[in-house]
């Protein structure tokens, strides 16, 4: 029978897997990343689209076609066929801007595509703690449901002597009763965050091989110093660079481009000949000056917004920080005090039952060591989720 039963345990740490393991399965062929993935591939085809000039005008024109004999191209000189070739070409520095202005817009989607895996990381963590939670949640009340159904049996044996018992009865009765919703309740939403983690690994999760341990938290000074590192706040001054190179390209626009346009013309009766023209689009009613100004001051409105993201962000490190420093200390004050009082307390009940003391009372404290046992598992997975919360602000995977 033991055999079996190590059996089935190393079966199930096999299928245990850790949540970084889920992580990293995720970040592979999450549809969501896979979306970002092709358009960063489209961008390399922009960028190399960004160097080529625009498109020539080509031409064919018929010139001087008389009504009374169309057919006729011998009359006079100025009847001739030509062909013509247009071709403007970019002011100095403009194709270096336009490729400086699609790399910035490249890397505003490779920000984009880094927040979107950490924010899935972040997810399958607080996802996965919940999960932990509910199943150590779970295994406690079912521990309480054993003890509730013996402690009901205890009670009825001492029916017959103490007056008191049928009372403790069914306060034990109703205690089974509290656990048995509980239990319920937990799976309920036990199979609903399961489904959500099975979404965000896009696979079958049989179990979560972590446990709901922690740790002494990190300084203030180390998650602020990463602060940087969050991809949300990087991509906030990739678009402030691209503000900055769509100004450039703007101010260059105020410079014309010039064009050749070249002709070949044949004559049926005469000599063929050709033309060049050389010209550009005079800037006459001062829309490229208005283009820049507006570009200005989105990069100026670029830069006001990176800036307040920054500080935003340092307040939310701040607030995380927070609440994970509060959640070790209740964890501890449970932990360290509470449990350990509720404990003898505990024992005292026992040893005041066994002198023929009030079962009541016993039901009572029974009732507050589950709740506090409870409330010790949750306030260990708020801190890993506030944890979890943290590293997503630092750009942690």
């Known amino acids: 029978m033991h055999i079996i039963l190590y059996l089935i345990l190393a079966l199930a740490m096999l299928q245990a897997q850790s949540i970084d393991t889920l992580i990293k399965q995720s970040l592979k062929k999450h549809p969501s990343l896979q979306s970002i993935e ?22 064919f024109t018929v010139n001087n076609i008389p009504f009374n004999d169309p057919s006729n191209r011998s009359l006079e000189p100025m ?20 490729k400086t202005y699609t790399l910035a817009q490249k890397d505003v989607i490779m920000d984009s595509y880094d927040a979107a895996k950490v924010k899935l990381a972040e997810e399958i963590r607080m996802t996965a703690y919940t999960v932990k939670e509910l199943e150590s949640r779970i295994a406690i009340v079912n521990k309480y449901k054993s003890v509730a159904n013996q402690n009901i049996k205890l009670y009825t044996s001492y029916a017959s002597t103490q007056t008191k018992s049928h009372t403790s009865s069914m ?10 919703i509980r239990a319920q309740r937990y799976n ?5 965050q399961k489904a959500r983690l099975n979404y965000l690994i896009q696979g079958k999760i049989h179990s979560v091989s972590d446990v709901l341990h922690i740790t002494a938290p990190k300084s203030l000074g180390f998650y602020l ?3 940087e590192n969050n991809p949300a706040y990087r991509m906030k001054i990739s678009q402030q660079n691209v503000a900055s190179a769509n100004k450039t390209i703007q101010e260059l626009s105020t410079n014309p481009d010039p064009y050749v346009k070249m002709g070949y013309f044949h004559r049926a009766a005469f000599e063929d000949y050709t033309s060049i023209t050389v010209g550009f689009v005079y800037p006459l009613y001062g829309t490229e000056e208005l283009n820049t100004e507006s570009a200005r001051k989105e990069m100026l409105s670029a830069q006001s917004a990176s800036l307040d993201y920054r500080s935003s962000l340092h307040s939310d490190i701040e607030i995380m920080y927070a609440k994970l420093t509060e959640a070790y200390q209740i964890y501890k004050i449970i932990k360290d005090e509470s449990l350990p009082q509720l404990e003898h307390m505990f024992e005292l009940s026992q040893s005041n039952i066994q002198r023929g003391g009030d079962l009541f009372a016993y039901t009572s404290l029974l009732e507050q060591k589950l ?8 306030i260990k997975a708020e801190y890993l989720r506030t944890g979890a919360k943290l590293k997503s602000l630092t750009g942690a995977l």
């Open 171 to 180: 306060s034990a009765s109703l205690l089974l009763s509290k656990i048995k």
């Open 79 to 98: 009847q001739y066929e030509a062909v013509n070739f247009k071709q403007k070409f970019p002011w100095f520095g403009k194709l270096d801007a336009r």
């Open 188 to 192: 309920t939403v036990l199979k609903s």
């Open 38 to 59: 092709h358009r960063l591939s489209a961008m390399n085809e922009r960028i190399e689209a960004s160097q080529n000039f625009s498109n020539p005008d080509i031409s």
């Open 225 to 227: 110093s990463k602060l």
């Open 371 to 378: 709740s506090l046992e409870e409330e010790l598992i949750s």
